[in-house]
């Protein structure tokens, strides 16, 4: 999968969860910068992703998440 | 040494004096020998304690980057959390374990041990140091002495707010000479958190202990005015110390983060947490909710809601293993619960009626602002029967026989009219200049005044603090 394929998939979960068709994802985004992702949303968005790309992450991958783009490398890791 | 003490000021004075004159990595020495001189003034033992937990964090950390594995490293930073937590466990709770212990046997010892200064606020910078670098979040700190100012940072260490290691370090290294215009700023928090707690907290206090001294006593009304003040008094208490630590910081070249974002004016419960005592909601937030979410996101709702609650009860007992704060933790679970869960379809609900969604902008701060006022009832209550006696005497119809619901006793407000009046005239003010210095334009205006009336201002502010200063009280948070 390649990142520009990662991304896509990406902002479609974000836009699906949040409710927001207008969100679009970089990978310097972080929760700061988009409207409802809070940390209540921040595990639904994890779940939907894990499913989404069938993947599984432990709490510490989570846990050291602090932007999309550390997102977008974590699911290019499992990917391979 | 209290911040509101001559000595502080000399203290104060004295220091950044010499922090001005230090250069380069002797600042940080000039700021950790500050720091101890100011911890040693409230207890020498406990600097002692200070310094040993801070060494034994160094060098768990120091530890924990040279293990690869990641079984090795989980079994590594578990015992480390859990030895800070057990210490944090047995100082605040040695009051409480005295009871079952025969005097003889160690129970008066166990009575005799107080908690030392400021042992939540920097338990919980430690402990956020060492799971950020398990999670490889920040760099492990090489230098001891910027290890050691971190949880001793002297403006922080009485009240908060708990200041994130990585924003700490990152601002450490590069600390140099502060700016002009943050000298400005910090001075001006510190007067104006001056203001909130010798003008506005300090004169709300003597109505507040009235009415909880003897709930039963006083009429619905009464009750409720009393949870009114209070809520304003421990508001205007914290978010005073709050910024008389910010100011205080800037004077050294340390931002400390925000804790309050006018609170009472949140649209509901989860907003009035994420504007309330900010910096240990994130911390909770970070180190508590999320590992404990995502844990349980199999169990879907009901995982959703035990990770709330489990962190708002936290919340409640981080101040100490009280009923009331536990019970103050539970009900607070209980609002946000609700309030997750049905959020999203309330929202659904106003946007299809803009008549109602007018109205809800209104009705959900004063709803919200209820809820806490309910909430703090027990926070503030002596014990968990006295706050059931304050909260069902509330309620008109269930006071004390030949007490009229609406009954204001004059005689309840006699010498304190002025004062109270003074308390709410100075709230409108504070919350005015803090929602001004939010907006650049007026803040700039501010600025941009000519001399005579910024120095006017702020000699008026100085009067108001010295004439109205009465016996002043220990800061509410300076016991947590």
Not at chain 2, 331 to 356: C, E, I, W
Not at chain 2, 368 to 396: D, E, K
Request: charged letters at 15%.
């Amino acid at each position: 999968m390649t990142d520009a394929e990662i991304q896509q998939k990406l902002t479609a979960i974000f836009r699906s969860v949040l409710d927001k068709d207008s969100i679009e994802l970089t990978a310097t985004t972080t929760a700061k910068d988009i409207e409802g992702w809070d940390s209540l949303t921040h595990v639904d968005l994890i779940v939907a992703v894990e499913k989404g790309f069938k993947v599984s992450f432990t709490t510490k991958e989570v846990m050291a998440l602090q932007s999309v783009g550390d997102l977008m490398r974590l699911i290019a890791s499992r990917c391979k | 040494m209290s911040f509101l003490s001559l000595e502080f000021a000399a203290f104060l004075a004295l220091g950044a004096l010499v922090f001005q004159l230090a250069r380069g990595p002797w600042r940080r020495l000039v700021l950790l020998l500050l720091s101890y001189a100011f911890y040693l003034t409230w207890n020498p033992r406990q600097a002692v304690l200070l310094l040993g937990i801070t060494a034994a964090v160094y060098y768990t950390a120091r530890s924990l980057e040279k293990i690869s594995s990641a079984r090795g490293r989980l079994g590594f930073i578990l015992p480390a959390v859990a030895g800070l937590l057990l210490v944090l466990v047995f100082f605040k709770c040695a009051g409480l374990f005295a009871r079952y212990f025969p005097a003889r046997r160690g129970g008066d010892a166990l009575a005799d041990i107080v908690a030392p200064i400021g042992l939540s606020y920097y338990l919980f910078k430690l402990m956020g140091y060492l799971l950020d670098v398990y999670w490889e979040k920040i760099p492990v700190q090489r230098n001891f002495v910027s290890m050691a100012l971190y949880p001793a940072f002297f403006p922080q260490i009485l009240s908060g707010p708990i200041q994130r290691a990585g924003d700490f370090f990152t601002q450490l290294e590069k600390i140099g000479n502060p700016r002009s215009e943050d000298i400005v700023t910090g001075l001006r928090r510190i007067l104006f958190g001056m203001f909130k707690k010798v003008v506005v907290a300090d004169h709300l206090s003597a109505m507040v202990d009235a009415v909880h001294a003897n709930p039963a006593g006083y009429s619905p009304l009464e009750l409720l005015f009393g949870g009114y003040c209070f809520a304003f008094q421990i508001y205007s208490d914290f978010s005073g110390v709050t910024d008389i630590a910010i100011g205080i910081g800037l004077l050294f070249g340390i931002k400390g983060p925000e804790n309050f974002n006018m609170p009472f004016f949140a649209r509901n419960i989860q907003e009035f947490w994420r504007r309330w005592h900010i910096s240990l909601t994130c911390w909770l937030t970070d180190y508590l909710f999320m590992p404990l979410r995502f844990s349980l996101r199999r169990f879907g709702t009901a995982g959703l809601s035990a990770a709330i609650f489990v962190t708002m009860v936290a919340v409640g007992i981080w101040h100490g293993p009280r009923m009331t704060y536990a019970v103050f933790g539970a009900l607070n679970g209980f609002y946000m619960v609700v309030s997750a869960l049905t959020l999203k379809k309330r929202n659904d609900y106003f946007q299809k009626r803009p008549l109602l969604a007018r109205l809800r902008a209104y009705a959900g701060p004063l709803l919200t602002f209820h809820l806490m006022v309910v909430a703090l009832i027990l926070f503030r209550a002596n014990s968990l029967p006295s706050a059931w006696l304050y909260i069902t005497h509330i309620i008109p119809g269930f006071q004390s026989a030949g007490i009229s619901a609406l009954r204001f006793d004059r005689a309840l407000l006699h010498t304190r009219q002025i004062a109270l009046l003074l308390a709410g005239i100075s709230y409108a003010a504070m919350e005015s200049v803090n929602w001004a210095s939010r907006q650049n334009v007026w803040a700039a205006r501010f600025d941009s005044a000519p001399w005579f009336v910024r120095w006017t201002a702020y000699y008026v502010v100085i009067l108001i603090i010295a004439c109205s200063a009465q016996e002043t009280r220990t800061f509410i948070y300076a016991q947590f």
